[in-house]
Structures are given as structure tokens and as C-alpha cells.
């Protein structure tokens, strides 16, 4: 009865506590978007030259940067410029976290469904890029059965998606994408104009072109939440800066030629969001219809984990073996290996691999690139070996030197000992925290998704590109992820349990002849 009362008496103060934070969080919605800021919270992604970037210095800096500054200070409020990818900017201004965005996002109908834009302020298109010495890329068409580099999210990426047998790799921003095409892992670039060529005149990069003609013409505006007062503000500080020059100044500073003529407004960009019960449902068919797309992912998450955690396990039990070596020179060696492993972020070890060895490489006289698989594999593998390494030393060590000294008096020499007594008994110690290291494995192959590897958070990453319903493809993200951990849990559950000799099920016969006594 007790029991019962206390559960009842939980479930009533998780439902009064949802409702009191969803009231909140309402009223915050309403009284932010009821009257207009002193000061705006700007999304703004650091890496896109010429539009947005940090100087040497540190500072941000950019035709977009300097635009919005401008618009700041004729209609007398202040910025707050907070970093966010370009990937995330869309979902941030539905969740009303930033009240706009700078980033030269072009004005689609299919984004104006769901957030608002300012009237047009800059007039793009985009480009293909090659290396210098690609023959075979000459327009649009010849485009097909390639490998295209594009940055998750942008028009690009959805050119690109309309290429025949085309091999669409995505990446979370334009420096990464590029990098890519240097590399020699993709045959091309998909991406504006004004940033390809900003990069390659501004000596950054080498050994690129662009090809043929604008594929698109497009049209950038400042982004921000449906039905925000801001937007009439951000609307009325640009016909200023149109209408007094400064416009104009600005464009001939970032990119020196005069302005083109901008329309005053598109024509879809009058839609208004839809809302209400039916948004329900829409929820649940945009669920069920990127369910196929994140099980696709969910199974290369998978295959990542297994291969990376063989590689691992094999690594990582040589690691903790040569931890334990007299030889002192192996034990450095080894301990320096743990030490920067596990000093050092997966993700700066992910782009070090997929990235950072080939660009040397190529700098060094010799060409040379990495299939993706393998690159994550590596990585994921090398860190992981770290750990277990430790793990694998920790449960040598827990056995008692008993053990050893009784081996070695049955004449087992140092290798039988390890074999046949030490490690069996040490694997049973070891086992919980592998399983959590296996665990932690294959919620770390997500972070391969920054070099384009579709995965099960990729695969999120690109539907939402697609839908801006980011609530709800995420949150099936993290169904997903939660159900495979708790699957490997129980794995390793039941091998624990298998293993350990005062928890293994009797043989049938023992068990019937200790129950008739």
C-alpha cells in the first residue's frame, strides 16, 4: 500500500512538474516574441569567408557581420553574437533560442515555412569547384556518378541530391568541405560562389578552379523566428542602409564591384506557419517517414562499433600486457600512446586522421587519401585501445601474485600462466568495464559524422536539413541510441553472468540429485 501511494505520489509530481515547465516555457515564448529586444541574440557561423569569420586577432568579422553592425546602429539596438552551425541555425530560430542569424542563408520557400526572412541583401548562386588538374568536370551534367562535397543544409546539398549516381558526401562547414576536394576525396564542390572564389583569391588554398557559369541564382536574407518583431526592425534598417549609401560602401569593401538590384521581397514569402492539432500528426508521419533512413544508420553505427571494438579489444590487451613489462622502454612507449589517447578529444583525433594526415602527406611530395570507413574505424579504434588498455592492466593486476606463484610451481612458464590463469580470471573483472566502454563506443561513432560518415546522428543531421523538424527527428535519434545501449547492456549482463562461476546454472543432473537430498 505504501509502495503504491509513493508511486502514485511520483507520478503526480512529474505530471504537475512537465506542466509547470511547459507553462513557463510558454510564457517566456509569449512575452519574447510579444514585444521587440534592446539587444538580439544573433546566430553566426565563424567559418564562412567572406560573409562571417574571425580575423587573426580573434574578432568576427565579414560583409554579414559588418551588414547587421550597420542595421544595429540605425535602429538603436545592440548584438550578442553567439556561434552556432550552420546545421543548427534553423532549429535555434524555431526553438526561439537566438532571435536571428547571419549566415548568407538563401531565402527557399521551403525554409520560409517555418521561419521568416528579411528582404533580400545579397544576390548569389551557385558554383562547381574542382581541382586544377580535373578534366572531366566541366558543367552541371558531367556532374554524374560523382563524388560531390556539400555543406549539411544549404542549397547545395539539395543540388546536389538531384545529380544521377551521384556519391553526396556532407560536411558542417565550408573550410571542411573544401578540404575534402584538396584532399582528392571527392571529385567536386557544390557550394556559393562568392566563398569559392573568396578562398581561392585570398591565398588560403591552392590547385582549385571553378567551373562554367552561376547553376542557380539565389537570394540571401537575415533569418528569424515566425511572427518576430524583430523582422520589421532588421526590414527597416536595411532600406536605410539601401537608401543612404552604406550598402553600397560595405559591398564594394568585401567584394569590389558595385551591388547588383535586389527585389524588395520574393513571392512566397508572405506563407505563414501552420500550427494546431494536425501538427500532432504531421509529428508522428515525419517520425515514421525517417524511421527507414535512421535504422539504415543505426545499423552502420552498428558495424562501427563492432569492428572498432575488435580492433580495440586486440589493441588494447597487447597495451595492457606491454603496460605491465619489465622492459622499461616498452613501458614509456606505452604509457605515452594511453596518455595522448586519452589527453586528447576523439574529434580532434577524427579530423588528425581523415584530414590532417593526408594534407601532410600531399605537402610531403606524395599523394595520399583515406576511404572514410577506414579513417573511422582507425580512430575510433585507437582511442578505444587507450581505455581498454588500462582496463586490461587493471584486471591483470587485481589478481593475487598467489595465483602466479602457483602456476609457476605446476612449471608453467610465463606465457601459460598469462593464458590459462591469469587472464581468464582477470577477463571476468574486466567485463563490466568493457561493457561500458562498448557502450560509450557506440555513442562515440556519432561523432564521425563530421566527416561525412552517415551514421544513425548523421542521418538525423541530414533529414532535418530536409525538414526542419528537428524535435522530432532528434528525439527519435535518441530513442534509437537508447534502445541499443540498453540492448548492449543486457549483452553484457548476461554474459557477466554467464562467466561467473557461483551465478552459472548447474548441470540439470546436480541440481535433481542436491534436490532429493
Known amino acids: 500500500m505504501v509502495g503504491f501511494n509513493i508511486g502514485r505520489w511520483l507520478r503526480l ?14 510564457c517566456s515564448s509569449n512575452s519574447g516574441s510579444s514585444t521587440a529586444k534592446k539587444t538580439l541574440t544573433v546566430a553566426v557561423e565563424g567559418t564562412y569567408a567572406p560573409f562571417e569569420f574571425q580575423s587573426e586577432s580573434g574578432e568576427l568579422q565579414g560583409f554579414d557581420v559588418d551588414l547587421m553592425n550597420a542595421i544595429a546602429r540605425a535602429e538603436g539596438f545592440t548584438i550578442n553574437y553567439q556561434n552556432l552551425p550552420f546545421a543548427g541555425m534553423i532549429p535555434a530560430l524555431q526553438a526561439q533560442t537566438v532571435d536571428a542569424a547571419v549566415a548568407a542563408m538563401t531565402i527557399t520557400e521551403e525554409r520560409n515555412k517555418t521561419i521568416s526572412f528579411s528582404r533580400p541583401y545579397f544576390k548569389s548562386g551557385l558554383a562547381i569547384a ?12 558531367s556532374l554524374k556518378n560523382k563524388q560531390i562535397a556539400v555543406q ?3 542549397t547545395g546539398a539539395q543540388q546536389a541530391a538531384t545529380v544521377q549516381g ?6 558542417d562547414d565550408a573550410p571542411t568541405a573544401i578540404r575534402e576536394l584538396l584532399n582528392g576525396n571527392v571529385d567536386a564542390l557544390l557550394h556559393d560562389q562568392p566563398v569559392i572564389l573568396y578562398a581561392i583569391n585570398s591565398g588560403n588554398i591552392q590547385g582549385l ?22 523582422l520589421a526592425r532588421i526590414n527597416q534598417g536595411l532600406a536605410t ?15 569590389g564591384v558595385a551591388p547588383p538590384p535586389l527585389p524588395e521581397k520574393l513571392p512566397f514569402q508572405e506563407q505563414t506557419a501552420t500550427g494546431g492539432v494536425s501538427a500532432l500528426f504531421t509529428s508522428f508521419s515525419v517520425i515514421l517517414t525517417a524511421l527507414p533512413l535512421l535504422l539504415r544508420g543505426a545499423l552502420v553505427t552498428l558495424q562501427l562499433t563492432a569492428f572498432s571494438v575488435v580492433l580495440g579489444l586486440i589493441g588494447g590487451s597487447l597495451l595492457g600486457i606491454a603496460r605491465l613489462s619489465k622492459i622499461l622502454p616498452v613501458r614509456w612507449a606505452t604509457r605515452a600512446y594511453i596518455d595522448f589517447f586519452r589527453g586528447t578529444p576523439l574529434l580532434v583525433q577524427i579530423f588528425m586522421i581523415y584530414f590532417g594526415i593526408p594534407a601532410i602527406a600531399q605537402e610531403l611530395g606524395f599523394p595520399l587519401s583515406l576511404n572514410r570507413l577506414v579513417a573511422a574505424v582507425l580512430a ?5 585501445a587507450a581505455y581498454i588498455a588500462e582496463i586490461v592492466r587493471g584486471g591483470i593486476a587485481s589478481i593475487e601474485l598467489g595465483q602466479t606463484e602457483a602456476a609457476e610451481s605446476l612449471g608453467l612458464d610465463a606465457v601459460q600462466t598469462m593464458r590459462y590463469v591469469i587472464f581468464p580470471q582477470a577477463f571476468r573483472r574486466m567485463l563490466p568495464p568493457l561493457g561500458n566502454e562498448f557502450i560509450s563506443l557506440l555513442k562515440d561513432t556519432s561523432l564521425v559524422a563530421v566527416i561525412g560518415f552517415e551514421e544513425l546522428f548523421r542521418q538525423g543531421q541530414l533529414i532535418v536539413a530536409e525538414n526542419y523538424r528537428s524535435f522530432e527527428i532528434y528525439a527519435a535519434v535518441a530513442v534509437i541510441y537508447l534502445c541499443l545501449t540498453l540492448l548492449s547492456s543486457q549483452v553484457f549482463s548476461r554474459i557477466e553472468t554467464w562467466l561467473n562461476p557461483l551465478t552459472r546454472s548447474r548441470h540439470p543432473k546436480v541440481a535433481s540429485i542436491e534436490a532429493r537430498s
Open 13 to 26: 509530481s512529474l505530471v504537475i512538474g512537465l506542466g509547470c515547465l511547459l507553462l513557463f516555457m510558454g
Open 130 to 141: 574542382t581541382r586544377a588538374n580535373n578534366q572531366d568536370i566541366t558543367s552541371f551534367e
Open 152 to 154: 549539411i543544409g544549404t
Open 166 to 171: 551521384a556519391q553526396v558526401r556532407s560536411f
Open 209 to 230: 578552379k571553378v567551373i562554367g557559369n552561376l547553376l542557380t541564382e539565389e537570394y540571401f536574407g537575415i533569418p528569424v523566428p515566425k511572427n518576430s518583431p524583430n
Open 241 to 255: 542602409l539601401f537608401k543612404n549609401g552604406t550598402y553600397n560602401q560595405l559591398y564594394q569593401k568585401w567584394f
Open 380 to 384: 575510433l579504434s585507437l582511442n578505444s
